[in-house]
């Protein structure tokens, strides 16, 4: 990706998988906070917590968003498919393994993959 503005400092990691356990909106809102707390990043907004499944016959599942001082995360479940969705956007550098880690302990993945959007130098 072109880089716009090569003097902020952005990582976006993209995290997927399939998870092994039971997602309810308590849940989504522990996973968050404590996820910030691992990366040290310091919460501003949230954690927001949502189901559409009221909304939705497309979708069911919990959804989360938390802002923090160094950008924000959410994530996105289908109760379903037992699929994830996790999105990372930092202005803070943060140890991607201890990411990856995190989220495939909390979860019980059985599966998982991330990318990481790159800039163009």
Known sequence: MKNLKPEIF???IIVEGLYDI???EEFVKSFL???SRTLHMDIVVGPIVFSPDRYSKLHHGVGGYLAWVGSGVSIYTWRDH???TLDVYSC???DIDTLL???SSKLRCSEIVWC???YED
Request: glycine share 0%; no cysteine; proline share 0%.
């Open 33 to 35: 906070i404590d996820l």
């Open 101 to 103: 880690s995190f989220v």
């Open 82 to 84: 037992k699929f994830f």
């Open 22 to 24: 039971e997602v309810s």
């Open 116 to 118: 990481e959007v790159r």
């Open 10 to 12: 952005r990582k976006r």
């Open 92 to 94: 803070i550098d943060f």
